[in-house]
């Protein structure tokens, strides 16, 4: 039988153009029919919804899919909350392994531990029974590495951010990641990327936007996840962040030359480049790149008709991006700039005359709000690095889509998990009230912010005609105007940590294929 048909029924149906629909039909990939159970037609397939939601499925913005399916099988420390802690579970884990393997892990956190203190090189060797140890921290630009690792790459010795206590920044940071990484076989990449997008897809993700480039992941690892894409996973959209490679990027089957193309680094390791000082290091951070660097990026990209964009998350880095917009602009202007919707992902640390650039240039901002639930607040890594007043304002994801910024929402994974409607939750009850979004205004970024900031304008909604990518989720707190209650009816109880009971994702489909469905193996 060609192109058997399908119908849902008996469901929720978020579906604003027709708020009633309980059941949807799916033949060829795409949604024929919408309504209510008493007038569906006939199929070659019913599957009863049993009151369940049904809602576009999510777009995860911003994710690193081999690194994600590498913590999801291997050393996850992102729970240590000491050096102690992180020393045993090293321990335990390197104790399973080869005496040459490197010992990979990812996630951890000194800001969250009583005291910061980090093991250096050493005692961090020591623990793992003299083999390669590399551990990133949970922001990825900054690593533990054990004295071995370090002598497996004396060149390191001479590149900026380098220490001899093994906690590398910057330069000698992206020089020992690609030799820590350079152990992991084909083979294990292959498995991990399809781990990474399996898990998306059992949280209703049914697309994800990979971040690669050269510092970030190689070329064979990059062309290999975009060759998977859609094959009962969710579809990949590649961004190749290399500074002056459009070409490249075409060549290699990306979406866009940019993603992880930085201007600066990252808060946790106080990299992100800020015009005020951080309050607890020296001096402002770093920028990588300049305005003209910039512009000659954004007119590369245009010679080869790719969307361009740039890392960007403290102010500084981001005015410097800006300053390379108008400079395109002055050559292209300011409509063919906009109609390419570049992106910067992250925008952190952002003001109002930035936010004015974002729109003046049409800018997608790549956002992931569990930025701030878990970082954002009293008490935490964003107050320490810039104080209470400076973190409250950062990611302020409820400013920018006041003004019509276009917000595409990810998790950068594995820096924060893939955790679709925990973030939508997020970015409703972010820590400063002034920088709340409505649950539907978030969803949107989350789904068809998501679609748009790759140009598939028509994708990310229920309705006729439409591609039929889809999540089917079962709501413990119920279910308001086609969405799940995410937040608690008691004020006082709403914010970050708001212990509402997130939707549990039952099937997720996309273009018609089932690619999650609970209980399957």
Request: with cysteine; net charge negative.
């Amino acid at each position: 039988m060609t192109n058997p048909s399908t119908l849902y029924r008996g469901g929720v149906l978020h579906c604003p153009a027709d708020p009633n629909a309980t059941a949807l039909l799916v033949s060829g990939g795409r949604i024929t029919w919408l309504g209510v159970d008493a007038d569906a037609p006939a199929a070659d397939r019913v599957v009863d919804l049993d009151g369940a939601l049904v809602t576009p499925a999510f777009v995860d913005a911003h994710v690193h899919a081999t690194d994600t399916g590498l913590v999801l099988s291997g050393l996850d420390l992102s729970g240590v909350r000491s050096a102690g802690e992180l020393l045993d579970a090293v321990a335990g884990f390197a104790a399973n392994l080869p005496a040459d393997a490197v010992v990979l892990g990812h996630g951890w956190d000194e800001s969250s531990w009583g005291a910061p203190e980090l093991p250096d090189a050493e005692v961090l060797e020591r623990a793992a029974g003299g083999r390669r140890v590399y551990l990133s921290q949970a922001s990825i630009h900054s690593a533990l590495v054990s004295r071995a690792m370090l002598a497996a790459v004396p060149e390191v010795v001479a590149a900026a951010g380098y220490d001899e206590s093994g906690w590398l920044r910057r330069d000698a940071h992206h020089v020992v990641r690609a030799a820590a990484f350079a152990s992991v076989t084909r083979a294990q990449r292959v498995d991990a990327q399809r781990v990474a997008l399996a898990h998306a897809a059992s949280l209703g993700v049914a697309a994800v936007h990979e971040c690669g480039g050269p510092e970030i992941s190689d070329e064979e690892d990059f062309t290999g996840l975009l060759g998977i894409s859609g094959a009962g996973v969710p579809e990949v959209y590649g961004y190749w962040g290399e500074l002056g490679g459009a070409a490249r990027a075409r060549e290699l089957g990306a979406v866009g030359a940019g993603g992880d193309l930085f201007a600066d680094g990252a808060l946790g390791s106080r990299t992100a480049h800020l015009s005020q000082p951080y309050l607890d290091g020296d001096g402002v951070g770093h920028g990588y790149l300049s305005a003209e660097q910039v512009r000659e990026h954004l007119l590369d990209c245009a010679a080869h008709g790719l969307q361009g964009g740039f890392h960007a998350i403290g102010d500084a880095a981001i005015g410097t991006v800006l300053e390379g917009f108008a400079g395109a602009v002055r050559q292209l202007g300011v409509e063919r700039v906009r109609a390419a919707r570049h992106r910067v992902e992250h925008a952190e640390i952002m003001d109002k005359r930035l936010i004015a650039g974002f729109v003046e240039y049409g800018i997608v901002a790549s956002m992931q709000p569990a930025f701030d639930r878990l970082w954002g607040g009293a008490g935490r890594m964003y107050e320490s690095r810039l104080g209470l007043a400076r973190s409250l304002a950062s990611n302020p994801m409820g400013a920018m889509h006041s003004v019509g910024v276009a917000l595409a929402f990810g998790s950068d994974s594995p820096v924060t998990p893939v955790d679709p409607w925990g973030s939508v939750r997020a970015a409703a009850a972010h820590h400063s009230a002034a920088q709340r979004m409505s649950v539907r205004a978030a969803f949107a970024a989350h789904t068809r912010g998501g679609w748009r900031a790759v140009h598939l304008d028509n994708e990310g909604v229920l309705a006729l005609g439409a591609p039929a990518t889809f999540a089917v989720w079962e709501t413990p707190a119920g279910v308001d105007r086609g969405l799940p209650v995410l937040l608690a009816e008691e004020p006082e109880l709403r914010g970050p940590q708001d212990p509402t009971p997130l939707p549990v994702c039952r099937r997720t489909v996309l273009r018609g294929d089932v690619i999650y469905e609970e209980g399957s193996a």
